[in-house]
């Protein structure tokens, strides 16, 4: 998760368990918009693993959580109205399965939502990379395509096409090809869905990238564009794999050196 970063410098930040892993979340984003319109960014890892993977990877969650927390808001994924992709690896678009059922093949959920994601996104996950193949989710882009709900975002095409007014996309390539993160207007300051392009709180430091980043240098300077661009307008990251922090505002030192600010730990709920 860090990169070519030593471990004395990262272990500062995170603590490790026995087998050397760090805590991650997995979280997603819902908005409710005043006409009732749910859009969810992500759905997490979610419970499609089989247990051997399950084990391997560190899942410590035996319920679907994403529908947990969905229930806690009075909705389920069948009110949700659009699902936004960043990117569809397993542990951002694994929710969007049903439970793993020994002998049976996943089913998709959220029967009547949208599912968006760019071109360059899926691409890689019809014919991914021997270095990425494993992130990808066997049969997922069937169940997508067979559901007729799929929306895929050419680089010429706008949020507004998709969204509506107060949406706007960003592209990143560092991560994997089209990574699309979001930008949602808020009237404190808009506030950005960082996906995997700054997973969390340590990865807002220019120089901390991760292993599974393709292009290293590439993804700082996408980075730094999208920092100074929050600073700029006041704007707050939405982190996905953060274990603590869920939002903060982006803030800037008289040295340029870019840090957090205004964190929410546990957001729950947040109105424009």
């Not at 960043?86 to 029967?111: I, K, N, Q, R, V």
């Not at 990574?179 to 700054?198: H, K, N, R, S």
């Amino acid at each position: 998760m860090f990169g070519n970063a030593p471990k004395a410098l990262w272990s500062r930040w995170v603590d490790v368990d026995e087998s050397n892993r760090i805590p991650l979340a997995c979280r997603a984003l819902l908005v409710v918009e005043p006409d009732g319109r749910r859009i969810l960014f992500e759905t997490g890892i979610g419970t499609f693993f089989e247990p051997k993977l399950k084990e391997r990877f560190g899942v410590v969650e035996e319920q679907h959580m994403l529908l947990k927390s969905l229930e806690k808001t009075g909705s389920t994924h069948r009110d949700i109205d659009v699902v936004v992709l960043s990117h569809l690896h397993f542990d951002h678009a694994g929710g969007l399965l049903s439970a793993f059922s020994p002998g049976e093949d996943p089913e998709l959920l959220f029967p009547k939502a949208r599912f968006v994601v760019s071109e360059a996104a899926w691409a890689r996950a019809l014919s991914p990379h021997p270095r990425d193949r494993a992130s990808f989710i066997p049969k997922l882009h069937e169940l997508l395509i067979s559901s007729e709900r799929l929306d895929i975002v050419k680089p010429s095409q706008s949020a507004n096409e998709f969204l509506g007014a107060g949406y706007s996309f960003h592209y990143s390539e560092g991560h994997t090809p089209g990574l699309l993160l979001t930008e949602i207007a808020m009237d404190q300051g808009p506030v950005v869905f960082g996906g995997d392009l700054i997973p969390g709180v340590p990865w807002v430091h220019l120089p901390i990238t991760m292993g599974y980043d393709r292009y290293p240098e590439k993804l700082i300077e996408e980075k730094q564009l999208l920092l100074e661009h929050l600073v700029e307008v006041r704007g707050r990251l939405f982190f996905t794999h953060d274990s603590e922090v869920s939002l903060a505002r982006v803030i800037k030192n008289e040295r340029g050196r870019y840090s957090v600010g205004d964190t929410e730990l546990a957001l729950k709920s947040f109105q424009n």
